[in-house]
C-alpha cells in the first residue's frame, strides 16, 4: 500500500474516487480506511453514545484524499475522515480540513495521554499560535523484508542495505524523505535534519546505496522478493507483516537504529456539518480508550497511538513489526513539516539520484 506521495513541493493526486453514499444526512458521517476500524466499534460507539452513526470505507489513503478533495453535495458531506498523514500539510493547506478548537479539543481528553510525537506530528504554529489539525489514531513504521534462504547474514539495520552481497538486490520506497532518511540514518543522525548540504558523507552514501537498488516502488515492492527478482524490500509494516505468511523464508524486521513512522490520523473536514463536531470529537476520544485502542492493535494490521496498552492481548505484544524494542521505537520519528529550503534540498538531491548525477 502507498503510503506517502511526493508532496514536498505540495504536489496533490488528481482524480475523485468514490467510497459510497452516506445514506442518512442526519447521522454521524465517518469516511474510514478500510480494516482500520474493527467493524463492531461502530455499534459500539452507537451504544455508549446513542448517536447513529455511518462508517464509509475506503480502500487506500490515495482514495481518502481523493474523497477529501471532492466538492460533494450537502446531503453527501461527511463529519469526519482519516487520512495518512503524508496528506496532511496539503490538506491544511488547500483549506481541506479545519483545526480542532481549543473547545472541541477539551471534549478529547484522550489527546493529552497522546506521545509528544503524536502531538506533535499534527500541531502547525503560526506566529504565536498554535493549532491542532488532526487526532493519530494508530501507526507504523519502515520496515525491512527479506529472505532468508537468499543472504546468509541477519539483517538488523539500515547499514546492512550496503553489503556488497545485497548489490542490485533491493528495493527502495520511490520516496525521497525515506530514501535520504536510511542514509541519515546509517550516519546516526534525524530525519529533520534542516541543511543537508553540510552533510558532508551524504551524497557518497546516497550513491553507495544507490548501486544496491534494484527499483523504486512504494506500492509493489513484496512481488519482486517473492519472486526472488530482489532479496531485500524496504516498505510499510503493515504490508511487511503480510509476506511471511505468503513465503516463511522471509524475515521482516525494524531496523534497530530507529525508523520512520506513518500515522493515520483523523482529521475534521471543511464542510463537516456543524451540529456533529460534538459526536466527531466523542469518536475521536473513543478510538482511543484502552477497550477500542485494544482491538484496534489485535484486529487491525496497525498499532494504536493510545499509550493504555494493557488490554492488548500479550501474543499481539511478542508482533516486532507491531512492537518493535523500546530502544528502536525510542529513536524512531514521524516525519515533521520541512522548511522550504531544506525541501528544495531534498528534491535536488532526489533527483540527482534518480539521474545518476549526484
Same mark, same amino acid.
Not at 186 to 208: F, P, V
Not at 268 to 292: E, G, V
Given at each position: *500500500?502507498?503510503?506517502?506521495?511526493?508532496?514536498?513541493?505540495?504536489?496533490? *493526486?488528481?482524480?475523485?474516487?468514490?467510497?459510497?453514499?452516506?445514506?442518512?444526512?442526519?447521522?454521524?458521517? &465517518?469516511?474510514?480506511?478500510?480494516?482500520?476500524?474493527?467493524?463492531?466499534?461502530?455499534?459500539?460507539?452507537?451504544?455508549?453514545?446513542?448517536?447513529?452513526?455511518?462508517?464509509?470505507?475506503?480502500?487506500?489513503? !490515495?482514495?481518502?484524499?481523493?474523497?477529501?478533495?471532492?466538492?460533494?453535495?450537502?446531503?453527501?458531506?461527511?463529519?469526519?475522515?482519516?487520512?495518512?498523514?503524508?496528506?496532511?500539510?496539503?490538506?491544511?493547506?488547500?483549506?481541506?480540513?479545519?483545526?480542532?478548537?481549543?473547545?472541541?479539543?477539551? !471534549?478529547?481528553?484522550?489527546?493529552?495521554? /497522546?506521545?509528544?510525537?503524536? !502531538?506533535?506530528?499534527?500541531?502547525?504554529?503560526?506566529?504565536?499560535?498554535?493549532?491542532?489539525?488532526?487526532?493519530?489514531?494508530?501507526?507504523?513504521?519502515?520496515?525491512?523484508?527479506?529472505?532468508?534462504?537468499? &543472504?546468509?547474514?541477519?539483517?538488523?539495520?539500515?547499514?546492512?542495505?550496503?553489503?556488497?552481497? /545485497?548489490?542490485?538486490?533491493?528495493?527502495?520506497?520511490?520516496?525521497?524523505?525515506?530514501?535520504?532518511?536510511?542514509?541519515?540514518?546509517?550516519?546516526?543522525?534525524?530525519?529533520?535534519?534542516?541543511?543537508?548540504?553540510?552533510?558532508?558523507?551524504?551524497?557518497?552514501?546516497?550513491?553507495?546505496?544507490?548501486?544496491?537498488?534494484?527499483?523504486?516502488?512504494?506500492?509493489?515492492?513484496? !512481488?519482486?522478493?517473492?519472486?526472488?527478482?530482489?532479496?531485500?524490500?524496504?516498505?510499510?509494516?503493515?504490508? *511487511?507483516?503480510?509476506?511471511?505468511?505468503?513465503?516463511?523464508? &522471509?524475515?521482516?524486521?525494524?531496523?534497530?537504529?530507529?525508523?520512520?513512522?506513518?500515522?493515520d490520523i483523523w482529521v475534521l473536514p471543511k464542510q463537516a456539518n456543524p451540529a456533529n463536531l460534538p459526536s466527531a470529537c466523542h469518536w475521536m476520544d473513543y478510538s482511543l480508550t484502552p477497550a477500542i485502542a485494544a482491538q484496534i492493535t489485535a484486529l487491525t494490521d496497525a498499532t494504536t497511538t493510545s499509550s493504555a496498552l494493557e488490554q492488548v492481548p500479550a501474543s499481539i505484544k511478542a508482533d516486532i513489526l507491531k512492537f518493535p524494542a523500546p530502544q528502536t521505537i525510542a529513536q524512531s520519528e514521524v516525519f515533521l513539516p520541512l522548511s522550504e529550503t531544506t525541501a528544495k534540498q531534498y528534491k535536488e538531491i532526489w533527483t540527482k539520484l534518480r539521474t545518476?548525477?549526484?
Amino acid at each position: *500500500m502507498r503510503r506517502r506521495e511526493f508532496l514536498i513541493s505540495g504536489s496533490v *493526486m488528481l482524480g475523485v474516487g468514490g467510497c459510497g453514499l452516506f445514506a442518512d444526512p442526519n447521522r454521524l458521517r &465517518i469516511l474510514g480506511l478500510a480494516g482500520a476500524i474493527p467493524s463492531k466499534v461502530v455499534g459500539q460507539f452507537e451504544g455508549t453514545f446513542s448517536k447513529t452513526t455511518e462508517l464509509k470505507t475506503a480502500k487506500t489513503p !490515495q482514495e481518502l484524499w481523493q474523497e477529501l478533495l471532492a466538492k460533494p453535495d450537502a446531503d453527501k458531506k461527511f463529519d469526519l475522515t482519516s487520512i495518512g498523514d503524508a496528506w496532511l500539510d496539503s490538506a491544511i493547506a488547500q483549506s481541506l480540513i479545519q483545526p480542532i478548537s481549543p473547545n472541541l479539543l477539551a !471534549q478529547i481528553p484522550q489527546w493529552t495521554k /497522546l506521545d509528544t510525537r503524536w !502531538q506533535q506530528l499534527v500541531t502547525r504554529k503560526t506566529g504565536e499560535k498554535s493549532q491542532v489539525w488532526g487526532i493519530p489514531y494508530r501507526w507504523g513504521t519502515t520496515a525491512i523484508a527479506y529472505r532468508q534462504d537468499k &543472504i546468509k547474514f541477519e539483517i538488523t539495520k539500515w547499514a546492512d542495505l550496503w553489503r556488497p552481497e /545485497l548489490k542490485q538486490k533491493v528495493t527502495l520506497p520511490d520516496h525521497p524523505r525515506e530514501v535520504i532518511g536510511i542514509a541519515l540514518k546509517k550516519l546516526g543522525l534525524s530525519y529533520q535534519q534542516e541543511d543537508l548540504r553540510a552533510i558532508k558523507e551524504l551524497n557518497d552514501e546516497l550513491k553507495q546505496l544507490q548501486q544496491q537498488v534494484f527499483i523504486y516502488t512504494s506500492d509493489t515492492y513484496l !512481488q519482486p522478493l517473492l519472486i526472488d527478482d530482489t532479496w531485500v524490500a524496504v516498505g510499510w509494516s503493515q504490508d *511487511m507483516r503480510k509476506a511471511p505468511q505468503q513465503d516463511p523464508n &522471509i524475515k521482516a524486521i525494524v531496523p534497530t537504529e530507529g525508523t520512520a513512522l506513518w500515522s493515520d490520523i483523523w482529521v475534521l473536514p471543511k464542510q463537516a456539518n456543524p451540529a456533529n463536531l460534538p459526536s466527531a470529537c466523542h469518536w475521536m476520544d473513543y478510538s482511543l480508550t484502552p477497550a477500542i485502542a485494544a482491538q484496534i492493535t489485535a484486529l487491525t494490521d496497525a498499532t494504536t497511538t493510545s499509550s493504555a496498552l494493557e488490554q492488548v492481548p500479550a501474543s499481539i505484544k511478542a508482533d516486532i513489526l507491531k512492537f518493535p524494542a523500546p530502544q528502536t521505537i525510542a529513536q524512531s520519528e514521524v516525519f515533521l513539516p520541512l522548511s522550504e529550503t531544506t525541501a528544495k534540498q531534498y528534491k535536488e538531491i532526489w533527483t540527482k539520484l534518480r539521474t545518476n548525477s549526484l
